[in-house]
């Protein structure tokens, strides 16, 4: 941990949200102050992406509270949330493959000049951007439907960067990307922090989570289950806020190996389920 | 990325956006004398300088299935010539300036339909919305005796308003498209008859607005000239402005060479037209029809290219889930492009209504719909949204003209007509289709 204020950027209090008969998420809490890395990890419909469009505007809450910098606000849409300074890398990109990479980068938050689109300088800011992110991609001025999975996947990136937000969702960011790939969106995020951007970083990959999260905020069947200081807490204790630690798959498996004798009861008992 | 891969040969053009044409990553040379960029893909393939480049580049991407307007314009080339073997009046002067008297009215309302199209929508109701527009500028201007400019005013408001209805519809309350405006087909052309009450027609004055629309000419033979000069000036004005922008940006930017060469095919098209409208017997000048048509496309291709509006329009089009996550409103987006898509149509039906020579309860009925989309698909705006321009109104409207004069030069009968038509229509689509296919295999869609 760096810098870190005391009044968080982003506050959630008592969050909920549901789908019809699905309680997605229930009183989540969750705090990010500026120039720190939250992970926001667990299995998969535990409510991350959920909680992440609530923030993102894309889904308004239900019940509780969003404070931004101390004071309550509202996020019923897309623009409320950029307006704050919430930018958000969606895991299917949401990128629109008929325009070119300066389109998407720029979209929703174009430069004019008056009413008319300012090209030229969109352009030029878009290539140092990606310049100083080295981002290799062939042209700036290809649709975004030829370029590859992982190009795709740093084009997101740098665009939630274009309007210097103050905070980063990134929705597993890494899942689609080689050696090299990672590695460079976790110096990214790095950078990012040094910057004094608080982020939210999604993933399932333990090891990116531990190399760059100052805190690990654990997500169990749309409730919180414990928030984690990364440098104090081990690999296991993690798995086991995420799973739900009394009984799951690891300990199932830590005991069955153990003696394979009580294993088969418990077996028993969870088919019986 | 994959086609890049597969052919690494150099001298290979780079990739090039089709919107804005400009050559994508500069030459290596170009590029450290402006700024040391370390990132430059080793695997990105440069367009050659000068005319070659031009012409590979050219090539690449027909064989990538970019084939943009290149149909279109080939197309045009054998109407003409089959045309003018059969009957050497079909472009003579009166032949010629028919063709774009008639291609306005329903050009104008094809307008409308692009931005529909690019939407990845469709307006079913624009005959009716027409009919409509045109109706209700006669009941007012003919039989209350308002005001003609006022008049002309509230026809286009009131396709403007029916268009915004559609879009209400459409994007507030989710029924689709199609029906929402086949539903307005019916109920709009029920309301133009009843509008038109028992005669059903109420015939143009001579000398009001309307009247002139299709029947002014500026027979000034410096109006043909003028407007073709004004346009090549702006055209190759705009070409080096851009560049000259990029330049000092340090952008990689068009070459001389290659303006000078737009703007000679630009120039030469333009005065061949201006010469034929003035010049041969029978000429009687720039028709005014052709001007405002002219004027539509520009303005509208202008919203559709250089304005958010019109990236927006393009970006729903291509993913109204990432538009909505990067705030841009689309339900208003959606509105406003079927409000437009009315307003022009509404004044497409003065044009109509002018050609006929008054409103009547068929205006806007029969083809009309089909001529309107045809064009835009033929000019080569995609039917699934999001890839189109505003100028396959222009070339669409033409090819369908052209054929119709041709054939009615001819003698030929209407219903051969209709048939020559829709086959054209479907080898258009059957263009699109497959260039979309080829694109997707040459990884550009």
Not at chain 1, 10 to 26: D, P
């Amino acid at each position: 941990m760096i810098h870190v204020s005391a009044t968080p950027v982003l506050a959630l209090r008592g969050v909920s949200k549901r789908f019809g008969a699905v309680q997605a998420l229930t009183d989540v809490d969750l705090e990010i102050h500026a120039g720190e890395v939250v992970a926001l990890v667990g299995d998969n419909g535990a409510g991350k992406s959920t909680l992440v469009k609530t923030i993102a505007g894309v889904h308004p809450i239900d019940d509780g509270t969003i404070e931004w910098e101390g004071r309550a606000v509202r996020i019923n849409r897309p623009n409320d949330a950029q307006t704050l300074g919430i930018a958000t890398v969606y895991q299917d990109l949401a990128l629109c493959d008929n325009l070119d990479v300066v389109a998407n980068l720029f979209l929703g938050s174009e430069i004019t000049s008056g009413s008319v689109l300012n090209e030229i300088a969109m352009e030029k800011r878009a290539k140092e951007l990606l310049d100083t992110l080295s981002i290799r991609i062939p042209s700036v001025r290809i649709p975004v439907a030829s370029l590859s999975g992982g190009q795709r996947q740093v084009v997101a990136i740098a665009r939630a960067l274009i309007g210097d937000p103050k905070i980063v969702i990134l929705d597993e960011p890494t899942a689609a990307l080689g050696v090299e790939q990672t590695a460079q969106v976790l110096d990214l995020v790095e950078r990012l922090r040094e910057r004094g951007h608080g982020v939210i970083l999604i993933s399932h990959n333990m090891a990116d989570v531990r190399a760059v999260a100052d805190k690990v905020a654990v997500l169990r069947l749309g409730r919180n289950n414990g928030v984690f200081p990364v440098k104090d807490t081990s690999h296991e204790e993690i798995i086991a806020a995420i799973t739900g630690a009394t009984d799951n798959a690891v300990t199932r498996r830590q005991a069955r190996t153990a003696t394979p004798a009580g294993a088969t009861a418990t077996v028993t008992k969870e088919d019986a389920k | 990325m994959s086609d890049l891969t597969k052919t690494p040969e150099p001298g290979t053009p780079a990739e090039q956006s089709a919107a804005t044409k400009a050559p994508a990553g500069a030459a290596p040379a170009a590029e450290q004398s402006a700024a040391p960029l370390p990132a430059v893909d080793p695997r990105l393939l440069v367009r050659e300088e000068g005319l070659k480049g031009y012409w590979t580049e050219f090539t690449r991407k027909v064989r990538g299935g970019e084939l943009g307007s290149l149909p279109v314009f080939i197309g045009l080339i054998v109407i003409a010539i089959v045309f003018q073997l059969q009957n050497d009046k079909f472009l003579s002067a009166s032949s010629v300036a028919n063709i774009a008297v008639y291609s306005a009215g329903l050009g104008i309302m094809a307008v409308g339909i692009v931005f529909v199209l690019i939407l990845g929508e469709i307006d079913l109701s624009v005959g009716s919305v027409a009919g409509v527009g045109a109706a209700v500028w006669a009941v007012l201007n003919v039989s209350n005796g308002m005001n003609d400019w006022l008049a002309v005013a509230i026809a286009l408001l009131s396709g403007l308003a029916l268009g915004l209805l559609h879009g209400v519809f459409f994007a507030k309350i989710g029924v689709p498209a199609f029906v929402v405006t086949l539903a307005g087909f019916l109920g709009w052309s029920g309301l133009q008859i009843w509008m038109l009450g028992s005669e059903g027609s109420i015939n143009t004055p001579s000398g009001g607005i309307v009247e002139n629309l299709t029947g002014y000419y500026f027979e000034d033979k410096a109006a043909a000239y003028g407007l073709a000069l004004v346009a090549v000036l702006g055209y190759a004005a705009s070409l080096l402005l851009d560049a000259k922008r990029r330049k000092a940006a340090s952008l990689p930017s068009r070459p001389t060479s290659e303006i000078v060469l737009r703007t000679a095919v630009v120039a030469v098209f333009c005065f061949v037209v201006a010469y034929v409208l003035n010049e041969p017997e029978g000429a009687r000048g720039l028709p005014l029809a052709l001007v405002l048509f002219l004027a539509v496309l520009v303005v509208a291709d202008f919203v559709a290219r250089r304005t958010t509006f019109g990236r927006q329009v393009f970006a729903v089009g291509g993913s109204a889930e990432a538009a909505r996550r990067a705030g841009i409103n689309v339900d208003r987006v959606r509105i406003i492009v079927f409000g437009l898509s009315g307003m022009l149509a509404a004044f497409g039906g003065l044009f109509v209504a002018s050609l006929s020579g008054g409103a009547t309860k068929n205006l806007g009925s029969g083809n009309t719909l089909m001529l309107v989309i045809a064009a835009a698909v033929i000019g080569g705006t995609s039917l699934f949204g999001g890839r189109g321009k505003v100028w396959s109104a222009l070339l669409g409207m033409i090819v369908i003209q052209s054929i119709q004069q041709g054939l009615n030069l001819l003698g030929m009968a209407s219903e051969i007509q209709y048939m020559i038509t829709g086959a054209v229509l479907l080898a258009a689509v059957v263009i699109d289709s497959v260039s979309r296919r080829t694109q997707k295999t040459a990884g550009r869609a």
